[in-house]
């Protein structure tokens, strides 16, 4: 292995488990905050670190440190052996993480005429292993609810392990469906197939090609990670808290972080095989690369743009209101972070400027999949929005109408799905 | 009868409707219009920062904690008639009664104690007073403490409590 090969695979990696860990208090404190938007409240914007809200981020650290001081509390009848109480949320945390590491955060890079994946594990298989790796996590949780010797959570556990078998099976059949359309199992050719467009104006996003596999990629993936509306495995309304009642302290935030985790590798999965992953739509990675000084232009032109707004929404929200005297070091934290904002700017376009006075194919390879890597969190914050969105307007099904639908509708419609798509691939290839 | 009969329509029977996913994004549009509205402009969302703002909408016969009323000449109302301890459905008022040298009255207590941890603030005291001694007039909702002790408020402390609507004295007893 030559040494780009080992830097691009440890930053992929590193990449890779950042995506997927750090975003899990930025996840929590975006589900509290967007529910209270949402409803019209405002949601946790206290905790500070000498004065530095985030916008409140910070209360999902000062959570964690509750959830690890907190009394770590076994049922009666686990004497022995609590290893197995431990090993449930770890199994159901580590699997959605995994699942996570074959996504590709940008396109194939060339150094030196090597071309380098910009994936965690750098397999072309991505496809198979997220589906393998996935649905471990339901493993855990029965587990965790078996193991809890305690009726309700054995219901929420059932509940899991029988919706992970009616939805396994029309999620399995429509990315079936898409193997057939884009002939690959590997995420990188999917995005690059994506990255074409359709009667020379529409982007050839999975959404478009195939929109009722999409759909139903969708749904399934929301009943996967146990998410609202689907998320009757917890259904508090009727069996308390489902498989995790009898979990606590950081057992239990390790089933939750790992649901968060999950819902984090589903919108990855959604974006990368419906919404064209890491790329624009109507731009390949070929034409960025051919056009990189009218690319580096824009991104210098419209950068300062999307700063200049941010701050003034910084300005006008981090503060409080007329009535209140104190400010609590909301003016300061403001000061601080558009110079800081402001610094990351001039650096970008001191670079690109350099890039395009100075072109090296090197250079420019390097600041595309960077931009990549930033369309696909900015893409990923969007599914992960909206799945928040989903869960604060929809409310949760109840369990036979989950069933009903998995089965009557969704494996039908899937099946049928496949026939067509199988059809019209056949019909144009001859 | 007939004519009183309201027909409700009956929802969910067109395909539109069947499908869910037309009232899905119906619903998604309108949670999204609140999240964006409110992250326009947070400080224009209709709640209170609550210790540093406190709420302007008490009325004068919002039920705070309660207070001990004083007469004319500054001497306490309550004449110890245990009419407030028996009209309360929580037994959380504790009188003892003494001897009044003031010459104003019999008696008055030596001791008034309200548990507030048990007291349910529902106002019978104040009906019952015929002297109209004890009020709840004093707007105050929120008391706080770090024992049980801490909660149970003795008569001096009833005393200072003052009224919020102008009212202050008893006038039920010359």
Known sequence: MSTPAIIVAIISFALGALLALLMIPVLVWLERR???????????????????????????????????????????????????????????????????????????????????????????????????????????????????????????????????????????????????????IDFNAMVAWQSQTLFGFLPAWGMIVQPLAGIILIISLFAET?????????????????????????????????????????????????????????????????????????????????????????RKNNRVRPSVTSDGGRAFETKVLSIALVVMTLFVEVILLYLTLIPSTLGSSIAIALFQIATFVVKLMIFNLFFILVRWTLPRFRYDQVQHLGWYYLLPLSLFNIFVTAIVVVGVSL | MSQRVKVVPRYGATIKEKLYLPAIFKGMKITFKHLIDNVSDSNAIDTLEYPEEQPSDITSRYRGLHRLTHRDDNSIACVACFMCATACPSQCIFIEATQRDDGQDEKMPKLFAIDTLECIFCGFCVEACPCDAIRMDTGIFSLTGNSREDFVLGKEQLLSHRGLFGEEKSHARK
Not at chain 1, 100 to 118: H, K, N, Q, Y
Not at chain 1, 149 to 163: D, I, P, Q, V
Not at chain 1, 249 to 269: C, H, L, P
């Open chain 1, 34 to 184: 967007g529910a209270g938007l949402i409803q019209d409240r405002l949601g946790p914007n206290r905790t500070n670190v000498g004065g530095f809200r985030l916008g409140g981020v910070v209360q999902s650290f000062a959570d964690v440190i509750k959830l690890v001081l907190k009394e770590e509390y076994y049922p009666k009848h686990i004497a022995k052996g609590r290893w197995l109480m431990m090993l449930a949320p770890i199994i159901t945390f580590v699997s959605a993480l995994l699942a996570f590491m074959v996504i590709p955060f940008a396109d194939t890079i060339t150094i030196a005429g090597e071309s380098l994946r910009v994936q965690p594990l750098p397999v072309d298989y991505g496809i198979l292993w997220f589906l393998a790796i996935g649905s471990i996590g339901v493993i855990g949780i029965f587990f965790g609810g078996w193991l809890s010797h305690n009726k309700y959570s054995l219901l929420g556990a059932s509940r899991a392990g029988s919706m992970m078998i009616g939805y396994e099976l029309p999620l399995g059949l429509s990315i079936l469906s898409f193997v057939i359309t884009y002939n690959s």
């Open chain 1, 226 to 314: 146990n998410r609202a509306p689907f998320s009757v495995a917890e259904g508090e309304s009727e069996i308390v808290a489902g498989f995790f009642t009898e979990f606590t302290a950081m057992k239990f935030a390790m089933f939750f972080m790992g649901e968060y985790v999950a819902m984090n590798t589903a919108s990855a999965v959604i974006i990368t095989m419906l919404f064209g992953g890491y790329q624009l739509p109507w731009v390949t990675t070929e034409t960025l690369l051919n056009n990189f000084n009218n690319f580096a232009w824009s991104i210098m032109a419209l950068l300062p743009i999307i700063v200049l707004l941010v701050i003034r929404w910084m």
